[in-house]
């Protein structure tokens, strides 16, 4: 009865290639996000989804590329990897507020266990 | 942007002590949360809190709105409660989660 699930948990993989991560959550919100953490353990916003809508996209590479088949699901492909997009991803999901539908932000956040990014 | 500070970056406490962590923000928020990074690397749900008191076990925390700062309370201290305590807030006028940078905390038996 995982709340927001992530695959892999681990990836280690070569410089250049193209991965994906995949979330699901089965807690019925509506919007999703992605986070990096960084070595330092800072956490950062990467891209935010409103029922299948993107609402943010921070200043991130364009390599990255979200997906978000329905609501339940953000998927984050990474295309050319390079050195520096090691790191751990983290999905999170939450509610809209009523009537407040782009600031679903401000509704408690629940996140994935992660997943860590390793590129070689 | 909203700024985050949380401190201290770093501490060391023995089984049972009492701490206090301290979560300053630099603009009005809608949204305050507390969270646990464990040993493992999860991010565990402790508080939201945009104002108020809560309370859960040993665990508790107060946000002072008005006054752009929340505390958070570990009393009793265990050694499961080490890890990274992380504040992150969204600012009324924005829509991102931003997050402070930690505070470090080792609890030794």
């Known amino acids: 009865d995982t709340a927001v699930s992530q695959t892999p948990k681990y990836l280690v993989t070569q410089m250049g290639n193209d991965k994906s991560i995949k979330c699901e959550q089965n807690l019925g919100h509506d919007t999703m996000y992605w986070y990096k953490q960084d070595s330092k353990k800072f956490l950062k916003i990467m891209f935010s989804y409103n029922n299948k809508e993107l609402i943010i996209n921070e200043t991130v590479p364009n390599r990255f590329s979200p997906k978000s088949p329905d609501k339940a699901h953000l998927n984050l492909h990474i295309n050319s990897l390079e050195l520096g997009d090691s790191a751990v991803y983290f999905c999170?999901?939450?509610?809209?507020?009523?009537?407040?539908?782009?600031?679903?932000?401000?509704?408690?956040?629940?996140f994935g266990p992660g997943t860590r990014l390793t590129v070689l | 942007g909203i700024q985050v500070e949380q401190s201290p970056p770093d501490l060391i406490l023995q089984e049972g002590a009492n701490s206090t962590l301290r979560c300053n923000f630099s603009d009005s928020v809608n949204n305050l949360q507390w969270f646990h990074q464990n040993p493992w690397g999860q991010l565990i749900n402790l508080f939201y809190?945009?104002?108020g008191t809560k309370q859960n076990g040993r665990l508790s925390a107060t946000t002072v709105a008005t006054e752009r700062y929340s505390l958070l309370y570990i009393s009793s201290s265990q050694t499961t409660d080490s890890g990274v305590y992380f504040c992150?807030?969204?600012?009324?006028?924005?829509?991102?989660?931003?997050f402070g940078e930690g505070t470090q905390l080792t609890v030794n038996p």
């Open positions: 999170a999901s939450s509610l809209p507020l009523r009537g407040v539908s782009r600031k679903s932000s401000y509704n408690e956040q629940f």
């Open positions: 809190i945009p104002s």
């Open positions: 992150a807030v969204v600012e009324t006028s924005g829509s991102r989660l931003t």
